[in-house]
């Protein structure tokens, strides 16, 4: 305040920038006397966070694929540059652009560290999501909400193998069981012939139908024909037609056999949590879901293109998300503003699948490598025609063949129950 004179009294209005082209200065905004005539033209309330003139301000934040990553370029005059990039952080770069400021990353240990130099207003922001809990809002404040959060699990799933149900693979459900419908008819007709038409060889009804079903079975399993075949003509076209289909059925039953012996059956997966819960112990692992979708594709897929791990369909649970910043900050709508833009504009899910294609294209490369690596060492027939347990993928292990020695020990077990029967009902008899 000036005074000038005994009756005129002059007020002069100043305020602080923290920035502006030169820096953090007070600044006068106007001067006026006491009719309130404003001498200068000035804005009394400006906005001072418009435009930070290329001030630097904090950030901090651990690395986080595919939101938030670093690192550490040197440029051609021995200077150190740290290159932030991801979804979130182009993001931030996208405030320092409409903003004009740059950032500065602030080293951090832990989470827990990164969310304390928020709240002792060290660094300003922590461009990296943070799931949005009432606990948060008592020590920091948060921004626009602008991503979800899902929670979901991913685990190893229980290795392949050959399983004896490769026997049944071949043909469908319902082949087999018009298989097993066609068996019981001709059965059924066959019988009728011989009871009918060729009576005198066989001794009862029950007898027919004992014959014909041998008879049936015995063609089916590729057995060459009992002593009662059939003499009548209806019988002799009965058959004919049976061995017909008995021949397309098992001509198709061959052709796919191997490959299905071999073929793995499916690996048991949890997909819900509630089969996560009956399923596994302490092997699953819980995350937020596009993190570990990046570090599956970055990390754990093999050479051969395959993946280790893989993640549940359901999500766990989800929560709104959005940047934790001090409390009262007075830029925070700006940061709103260009947030809501961003999102609106659908660049957050282009970055981020930008990062997931980097990680695939990577992966890619890794296994071209690889099998170049391999053709270079004259390796590649080997590996092609290998599996995961160095066995050749033309060869049929006991693994593979575990159907058929299943049924020859069932064969085996019901073939010695029926003749202890036999021999000692024979005993009694006798």
């Known amino acids: 305040m000036t005074e000038s004179g005994s009756s005129d009294v002059w007020w002069t209005v100043y305020a602080f920038y923290p920035f502006s082209p030169r820096g953090p200065q007070v ?140 026997l049944f693979l071949p043909l469908a459900n ?37 014959e014909s079903a041998y008879e049936i079975i015995a063609t089916l399993l590729d057995q060459n024909f009992n002593v009662l075949l059939p003499v009548s003509a209806t019988g002799r076209i009965l058959m004919l037609s049976w061995l017909i289909f008995v021949f397309i059925i098992s001509a198709v039953y061959r052709a796919n056999l191997k490959a299905y012996l071999m073929k793995p059956s499916p690996p048991l997966r949890a997909e819900t949590v509630e089969e996560l819960v009956e399923v596994v112990d302490k092997a699953a692992h819980v995350d937020f879901l596009k993190h570990m979708n990046h570090v599956l594709v970055d990390k754990f897929t093999r050479p051969d293109g395959t993946t280790a791990l893989y993640i549940g ?37 282009k970055w981020y699948n930008d990062e997931i294609e980097v990680a695939r294209r990577k992966s890619l490369r890794q296994q071209r490598e690889y099998r170049e690596e391999l053709q270079r060492n004259n390796e590649m027939a080997d590996a092609e025609t290998s599996s995961e347990d160095g066995e050749g993928a033309g060869s049929l292990t006991l693994g593979h063949l575990t159907g058929p020695f299943i049924l020859f020990a069932g064969g085996v077990v019901v073939s010695t129950s029926l003749f202890l029967a036999e021999v000692g009902s024979q005993m009694i008899l006798g």
């Not at 006491?34 to 804005?43: A, C, P």
């Not at 005059?77 to 996208?94: F, K, N, V, W």
């Not at 009871?195 to 029950?206: C, N, P």
């Not at 001090?326 to 830029?331: I, N, Q, R, V, Y």
Request: glycine share 4%; hydrophobic share 45%.
């Open 27 to 166: 600044v006068k905004l106007a001067t006026y006397r006491q009719d309130l005539y404003v001498y200068e033209n000035r804005e009394l309330f400006p906005d001072k966070y418009k435009n930070f003139h290329g001030g630097v301000i904090n950030v901090t934040s651990l690395e986080h694929t595919p939101h938030f990553m670093a690192r550490v370029e040197t440029k051609e005059d021995g200077a150190e540059e740290t290159i932030i990039y991801g979804s979130d952080g182009m993001l931030l770069h996208a405030m320092e652009d409409k903003l004009n400021f740059t950032s500065f990353l602030m080293p951090a240990k832990t989470w827990e560290e990164v969310l304390q130099l928020v709240v002792d207003r060290t660094a300003y922001i922590s461009p990296v999501y943070w799931e949005l809990v009432p606990d948060h809002l008592v020590t920091h404040d948060m921004t626009v909400v602008y991503e979800t959060a899902y929670f979901a699990f991913s685990m190893a799933a229980t290795p392949s193998r050959p399983h004896w149900s490769g």
């Open 174 to 210: 319902e082949t087999w069981l018009g298989i097993f419908f066609a068996c019981f008819v001709a059965t059924l007709a066959l019988a009728l012939i011989f009871y009918v038409k060729e009576r005198g060889r066989v001794s009862s009804a029950l007898s027919a139908l004992g």
């Open 313 to 349: 369909k359901t999500k766990i649970v989800h929560f709104p998300a959005c940047m934790p910043i001090p409390h009262d900050l007075p830029f925070l709508p700006h940061l709103d503003h260009i947030i809501m833009e961003v999102v609106e504009a659908g660049l957050m899910e």
